[in-house]
């Protein structure tokens, strides 16, 4: 549904040449939910602002729904009518929600209408339906100022909506709300996903948004995908990084090196049917080895049950390759945690800077002075 193919952004400021994107390839199934996590600075909303031409990329393409829109003239507020007409069909949700003050609920949700030209009767009807889906049917009249956090930020995605999208793009939705309240935002956002077959491409910075609502992700860094694919394969790979920081594995680190010479630690990653069979104990009764349990976890990541546990094996590595060869050919993830890479601390993405979205916020301040 969404493909970017070497998507490469340079931004020029003060003379200086910055590379925000560089040779981003990704790729978005219809109807799925996508989540692009990374640290602040690693070119997630350029990536998004990229994806919809509210920048237009350095180089590379981007093809939404079929159509190529790099092929199609304009930027910004100054797009031709053939970009615009793509763009409606892609709804965009903003951090800070970008609501005009001016105008009421309602008249937030008609603005884009409004841009489209569709008449007023039909407009409120269709912004009325649109308040309905999102909860706030009782609040058309309210104003901006009188809903909380939560309310505007539903009215900002019902007014992305208003095009009848078929791709929605996020970025950082529900980084400026309470966790209760993100909840019920990613509730609403896979629920328009389910019911209106809708394609979700979403920017955050926390991985309980990955966890939740995501059925494929990506890792950004300095302007690169560095590791992208369904949730629950990125689970079942030897080494991601992202798996790890979706699942952080608690308990005892693995002992100093004179120690770890005489036991092997060892994290161990259950999924998919794995999760039900009692592979520890069978591991212990066949081998006739005793295993340490040194921390567990259970979570529903993506909708299914997974289990990460670390666990110790007498003997050196060298020793173990049968029981761990066990464990492989059951299908479980094994990895040393000790390894290179593996034993790094999750590195916590930082709270990203409130990034406001100047065109489009332009373009509708525009149409609100000509009105
Ligand atoms: N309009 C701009 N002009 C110049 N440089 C920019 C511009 N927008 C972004 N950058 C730079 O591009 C890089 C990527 O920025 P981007 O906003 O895409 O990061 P991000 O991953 O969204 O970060 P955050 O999590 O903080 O929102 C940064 O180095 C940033 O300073
Ligand atoms: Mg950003």
Redesign the pocket.
Known sequence: MITTTGLT?V???RGRD????DGVDLHVREGEVFGVV??????????I?CVNLL?RPTSGTVVVDGQDLTALAGRGPRAGAELRRARSRIGMVFQHFNLLSSRTVQGNVELPLEILGVPGRERARKARELLGLVGLADHARSWPAQLSGGQKQRVGIARALAGDPRVLLS??ATSALDPETTRSVLALLRDLNRQLGLTVLL?T?EMDVVKTVCDSAAL?RD?KVVESGTVSGLLATPGSELARELFPLGGAAPAAEGAARERTVVDVTFHGESTGRPLISQLSRTHGIDVSILGAAMDTIGGRQVGRMRIELPGRREDNAVPIGFLRERGLTVEFPGAAGAARAPEA??A??A?ETPETFETFETVEKTR
Do not use: F, N, W
Request: proline letters at 6%; aromatic letters at 4%.
């Open positions: 952004k931004y020029r400021s910055v590379t925000a994107l990374g640290r602040s600075g690693a070119g997630k909303s350029s990536l602002r920048e970025d950082e920017i910075h950004m302007g993405p930082e990203p800077e990034s």
